[in-house]
Nanobody, 119 residues
Framework: QVQLVESGGDLVQAGGSLRLSCAAS????????MGWYRQAPGKQREAVAM???????NYADSVKGRFTVSRDNAKNTVYLQMNTLKPEDTAVYYC?????????????WGQGTQVTVSS
């Protein structure tokens, strides 16, 4: 069972930057999809940035041009570089990974890291 552990969340002023990291306890080479979700208070969890089928990146419209998702298989780590942060980016950010085995998809989640953007 692979564990995902996020880090890098912090309090930052609007316009600032943060880089979130998601370290896996084992190899991530079998995870076909990896990325980040977020959940703000009183709102549903939403997909922010994904790497699908190992190479295709997808972003929520609200973060396009500001956030960049990447994965380093050698370090078993996924990153989210967040630039030009806005107060509406405030949320708990969750790392997500999915693998397919014997025709079934298995989803994995991290415990979350808090990002707070002050105006």
């Amino acid at each position: 069972q692979v564990q995902l552990v996020e880090s890098g969340g912090d309090l930052v002023q609007a316009g600032g930057s943060l880089r979130l990291s998601c370290a896996a306890s084992g190899s991530i080479s079998n995870f076909i999809t990896m990325g980040w979700y977020r959940q703000a208070p009183g709102k549903q969890r939403e997909a922010v940035a994904m790497i699908v089928s190992y190479v295709t990146t997808n972003y929520a419209d609200s973060v396009k041009g500001r956030f960049t998702v990447s994965r380093d298989n050698a370090k078993n780590t996924v990153y989210l570089q967040m630039n030009t942060l806005k107060p509406e980016d405030t949320a708990v950010y969750y790392c997500y990974a999915a693998l397919v085995r014997s025709g079934r998809q298995f989803d994995y989640w991290g415990q979350g890291t808090q990002v707070t953007v002050s105006s």
